[in-house]
DNA sequence: ATAAATTGTTACTTAATAGTAACTAGGTTA
DNA sequence: TAACCTAGTTACTATTAAGTAACAATTTAT
């Protein structure tokens, strides 16, 4: 039985895998995403961590997975309307941690973004 | 040299500690707390996850560490103003956690909420 | 004098998470 | 035919995070 104190837990459990908010961050600003583009755009991530996190966010109903029946594969990931329901949390942490990265590079901490900025998704 | 793909991960960086946002909750509720209450509160963190947890939220500015100069010791933690600002993020967070986890239970799964309610941190 | 309560530290162990690298399998291209 | 692309799996290792348990130092209460 999941014990949680108190209910952001629940949010934290879904999206505080190490690359999970990485790919629904893509997924927000690009709507739909194969496999490979995926792989392409998160550099560091390797084959088995991008399938581990997406299989996760798909089995909490996060993200949707469709194959095409197509050789050689193709398989696009995608928000469900469920997932889309995390797009104003995303957004507010997105801006809160704008601020705080902001806030540490003034103190003379080095940081460094990498992926483009969106509307809706604003870094 | 720090690297983020989007500003988001410096949010989790700071709230995604396994006891940071139980912390963070009940500071949000109680203005202040004691080292001891804390630890009472929480019931399965130990001594050493406690202090080490404070420490980093108060290392990133988040929290305030208070010393009063008695014996036995007492030591107060509160939220800095910089830590206020996390509220609306926390509080949408808690928001949509809620949802999830009636979602959760009304799909068959069990789970606890343990820790009272309250104004702002709705469970 | 002893025990308890306070806040905190330390060395050590265990569990959870993430990374490595090689492999499958079907089809395409050179 | 050999090399390559796709999406994915697997066994294994390394790294990080978290838990255990004992200890310190101070003062009050018994």
Redesign the interface.
Same mark, same amino acid.
């Given at each position: 039985?999941?014990?949680?104190?108190? /209910?952001?837990?629940?949010? !934290?459990d879904?999206?505080?895998g190490k690359w999970k908010? +990485?790919i629904l =961050?893509i997924l927000m600003m690009d709507q739909r995403k194969r496999t490979s583009e995926l792989k392409r755009m998160?550099p560091n991530i390797t084959q088995k961590m991008l399938i581990q996190q997406l299989r996760e966010l798909e089995k909490d109903n996060i993200i949707l997975r469709k194959v095409y029946n197509q050789s050689p594969p193709k398989v696009e990931y995608s928000l469900t309307e469920?997932g889309e /329901? !995390?797009t104003? +949390?995303?957004d507010?942490? =997105?801006d809160?941690?704008? +601020?705080?990265?902001k806030? $540490?590079i003034e103190e003379g901490?080095?940081?460094? !973004? /990498? !992926?483009e900025e969106h509307d809706g998704? $604003?870094?």
């Open positions: 039985m999941k014990k949680y104190n108190f /209910s952001i837990e629940a949010t !934290l879904i999206i505080g908010i +990485v =961050c998160i469920y /329901s !995390l104003h +949390v995303i507010l942490m =997105c809160w941690g704008a +601020v705080n990265i806030k $540490r901490e080095e940081i460094q !973004l /990498s !992926l998704i $604003r870094n």
